[in-house]
């Protein structure tokens, strides 16, 4: 069966400050990858998905990046952290193809101080 | 552009009762995808259901039951006999032809009370 997996659970970083927030997928190959976020009181919105290794997808410009240096690896980052970047932040995954439903990791708690 | 709508922010009802929550959605794609997530206070997305454009048929899986209409650009998810452990954040969501995510509603905080 696949999992996916996200660490770290939860994080307080400074403003100002890097952010490295990663997901792992076992079970499957080639999937697409997701990165939403949640943010207080409201729904979940698309940042970036992922079709294949080093193939990233921008849906909002913002000082956030993603990479995808492994199949089954997405990687979320920052080089300075804003106060309007706390929030929920949930990877996910689906088989290849628009059918598919998603796949939501556990997620990581991000607060920016 | 597409949109998700759940106009119920809060639904509050008392155990045992059946409730529905509305999801209403626009896109111009002819082919897409309608999905139903839940959300427990852990914060886990748990996917519910998946329902393609082209199959209208409703489904029934235990006390949860999926009404597609087309006609009315509706999407609305059936609870029965709710249960305290129903309690959650339901989200419903879109996805086009693409290959990209998905677009969520708001999501409706479901308030089972025993």
């Known amino acids: 069966s696949q999992t996916i997996h996200q660490w770290p659970a939860t994080l307080v970083q400074p403003v100002g400050s890097p952010l490295s927030l990663e997901c792992t997928v076992e079970?499957?190959?080639?999937?697409?990858l997701y990165w939403y976020r949640q943010a207080a009181g409201r729904g979940l919105q698309l940042l970036f998905y992922s079709v294949g290794i080093g193939q990233i997808s921008s849906e909002v410009p913002q000082n956030l990046s993603a990479s995808r240096p492994q199949d089954r690896q997405f990687i979320l980052s920052s080089k300075k952290l804003l106060l309007s970047d706390s929030g929920f932040y949930l990877c996910a995954w689906s088989r290849g193809g628009a059918g598919y439903e998603q796949y939501f990791g556990p997620g990581t708690r991000l607060t920016v101080t | 552009a597409q949109k998700v709508t759940q106009a119920q922010t809060e639904i509050s009802v008392v155990e045992k009762e059946d409730v529905t929550l509305d999801c209403v959605y626009e896109t111009r794609d002819t082919t897409y995808y309608l999905f139903w997530y839940k959300q427990p206070p852990s914060g886990e997305l748990v996917f519910l259901i998946r329902?393609?454009?082209?199959?209208?048929q409703n489904e029934i899986s235990g006390r949860y039951s999926w009404n597609f209409q087309k006609s009315t650009s509706s999407f609305n998810f059936t609870i029965t006999a709710s249960q305290v452990v129903d309690s959650a954040v339901y989200f419903c969501?879109?996805?086009?032809?693409?290959?990209?995510?998905?677009?969520f509603g708001k999501g409706t905080h479901l308030i089972i009370q025993p």
């Open positions: 329902r393609n454009s082209f199959d209208e």
């Open positions: 079970g499957t190959s080639n999937p697409n």
């Open positions: 969501a879109l996805r086009g032809g693409g290959a990209d995510g998905l677009t």
